[in-house]
């Protein structure tokens, strides 16, 4: 099992629509979550960080976390055709600092 | 502009040479990250200071490869006698540590090709 999995798409969705973005992870002792969105051949930008159970909300975009499930999701409304990237779901591994990226969600908005 | 600088950007190299990356963090980011990044994965963590102690490597990382932040600032990231297995995208991160707060923000990249 990958410590953090997310399903590669890619997730197509029309603009002006909600993209609904998912990770899981396997373990139960992580705190901070994070969400990067990276743009082909580029490097990853943060988009949202997450550290509580619930919801945060910054712009378009709105991070969920549900530690008793061990699952964070991102949510794009009013998507974009700009927003077309792949976003990658982190976890900081047992406080150290350290970041464990899923695979990616490739996401592509279609005009 | 403050963000995370890298240089080079672009690396070709010849398998068996050594190479050295440049990482710039954030000037008051006392955090860098190293991590590699191959197409069609997410970064893997490789190794990160704290000021000027690197505190964690990852088994990644082989005895071929070292990196330093002398004086807390710059990092350096070496790879010896490459390999074509070491053609990746290399990136460097920094952070300020905050509490619980540990948001790294990413640079350029350096994307190596060994041929």
């Known amino acids: 099992q990958k410590e953090v999995e997310q399903n590669s798409g890619p997730l197509s969705v029309p603009e002006g629509a909600i993209a609904s973005l998912n990770c899981t992870y396997s373990?139960?002792?992580?705190?901070?979550f994070f969400w990067y969105r990276q743009y082909s051949g580029k490097s990853p930008e943060l988009i949202m960080s997450?550290?509580?159970?619930g919801d945060k909300e910054d712009g378009r975009f709105t991070a969920q976390l549900n530690k008793a499930s061990q699952y964070v999701s991102l949510l794009i409304r009013d998507s974009q055709p700009s927003d077309s990237a792949t976003y990658l779901c982190?976890?900081?591994?047992?406080?150290?600092?350290?970041?464990?990226f899923g695979s990616g969600t490739r996401l592509l908005v279609r005009p | 502009d403050t963000g995370v600088s890298q240089d080079p950007r672009h690396k070709i190299t010849k398998r068996g040479q050594n190479v050295t990356f440049r990482c710039d963090p954030i000037?008051?980011?006392?955090?860098l990250y190293w991590y590699r990044q191959t197409l069609g994965q997410g970064p893997e963590f490789l190794t990160y200071?704290?000021?000027?102690?690197?505190?964690?490597k990852s088994r990644l990382l082989s005895d071929r490869f070292s990196a330093e932040r002398p004086k807390g600032s710059f990092s350096t990231l070496e790879i010896q006698r490459t390999e074509q297995g070491d053609s990746a995208m290399y990136l460097c991160?920094?952070?300020?540590?905050?509490?619980?707060?540990?948001?790294?923000?990413f640079g350029p990249g350096t994307r190596l090709t060994v041929l």
């Open positions: 991160a920094s952070s300020l540590t905050l509490g619980a707060d540990n948001e790294q923000f």
């Open positions: 373990d139960r002792v992580s705190q901070s």
């Open positions: 997450i550290y509580s159970n």
């Open positions: 982190a976890v900081e591994k047992d406080s150290s600092y350290k970041l464990i």
């Open positions: 000037s008051e980011h006392n955090r």
């Open positions: 200071f704290q000021n000027e102690a690197q505190l964690e």
